[in-house]
């Protein structure tokens, strides 16, 4: 947070259920290989692609994880 900025401007965009630590690295991972892609011609592509998101249950989102 920038000094004097006001803590409400930060809570604003702020979501205390994540790592901010995480996120920050995780998005520096994706950027770097985009544009590694398209401003370097580095073949990156393997580090963009994620795996199919698995589908849900019937009923499996109704009720938390660790019930």
Not at 10 to 32: D, G, K, L, S, T
Not at 47 to 55: G, I, N, S
């Amino acid at each position: 947070m920038l000094p004097g900025a006001p803590v409400e401007d930060y809570m604003h965009y702020a979501e205390p259920a994540w790592n901010e630590h995480r996120i920050n690295n995780i998005n520096q991972h994706f950027v770097a290989a985009f544009l590694g892609i398209h401003l370097k011609g580095i073949d990156y592509k393997k580090y963009l692609d994620l795996p199919a998101p698995r589908p849900l249950r019937v009923g499996q989102a109704s009720k938390p994880a660790w019930l």
